[in-house]
């Protein structure tokens, strides 16, 4: 079995761009013959009944999905059995530093602003232990190169920077790098399409992919939608969920349709899609007033 997914984060309602982004995953699977699975990423910043809105968003679409949602809370014990297997083959080290203190420590020239510049990688036991009086350590990965390269159907073949990632927070929590590999993985994702604002995060995750003995999945990172600014959309944008613009009589799926240059029915939308023909271009989206 093989399958496309889609996976929001309960944090609040899904924007129109958000949803485009749902459709075109939902095309991608239905014409390659793929399941299409749904996975809720609620291990942070869950606002309650986010996730219901969402999945009946979703739905007045006319999107459906295969099998039960899948929650990330359940599967805390598949993520923690993974990092300690790559602690256990010496892939990993303790991290004692801050999200500020990264980002203000120079970094390697090929590496992008904000990549982890190995603080920690280095420490003594003597250096941990005293850092661990301080705070609780995270564990990131002891990458073994600097880049990795996959290929992505939209934007060719990509090489990205591979940087000592977190694999469980200070906090004990598991970091979204692990748990979308791992996902994927466990629902029999092999194709992944989602905003080109995660393109950069691929090469790192097809390559603990590969480190997990796990398949890497097909890539597919499509254009966001913008404000009229050319910042990403946000709900200061005005009408951008789909009960606002329902509120205003937009037909939701109608206007993602036109946005893509298919036709207003989910239907036809699937039985015309072509993903060469699909626009390479931000949706600059300008929402009624």
């Known amino acids: 079995m093989s399958a496309g997914r889609y996976a929001p984060s309960p944090s609040g309602d899904l924007h129109v761009g958000n949803l485009r982004t749902a459709v075109l995953a939902w095309l991608f699977a239905r014409s390659t013959g793929r399941s299409f699975v749904m ?58 530093c801050t999200r500020r203190e990264v980002l203000e420590a120079p970094t390697a020239p090929h590496h992008p602003p904000g990549a982890y510049p190995g603080t920690c990688r280095d420490l003594t036991a003597a250096e941990r232990d005293e850092r661990r009086q301080v705070r609780p350590a995270a564990i990131r990965l002891r990458a073994g190169i600097d880049t990795w390269t996959v290929h992505d159907t939209v934007h060719g073949e990509v090489t990205g920077a591979v940087d000592d990632l977190v694999l469980r927070r200070g906090d004990g929590m598991p970091a979204y790098n692990l748990t979308v590999v791992l996902d994927d993985a466990h629902q029999h994702v092999d194709q992944v399409v989602r905003g080109d604002d995660l393109l950069s995060s691929a090469p790192r995750q097809a390559y603990l992919a590969r480190l997990l003995g796990l398949p890497a999945p097909e890539y597919t990172h499509v254009p966001l939608a913008l404000n009229a600014d050319g910042a990403r959309l946000a709900k200061r944008d005005g009408a951008v969920t789909a009960a606002e613009l329902r509120d205003r009589g937009i037909d939701v799926l109608s206007l993602i349709a036109e946005s893509l240059g298919l036709p207003p029915t989910l239907d036809a939308m699937l039985e015309e899609f072509d993903p060469a023909g699909l626009p390479r271009e931000p949706w600059v989206v300008t929402p009624p007033t």
């Open 39 to 96: 996975r809720v990423d609620d291990l942070d910043r869950v606002r309650p009944g986010a996730e219901e809105r969402q999945l009946a968003d979703l739905a007045s679409l006319g999107l459906d999905w295969d099998g039960p949602v899948l929650h990330q809370t359940t599967r805390l014990d598949a993520y923690a059995d993974a990092v300690d297997g790559l602690v256990e083959r010496g892939l990993t080290f303790e991290c004692f």
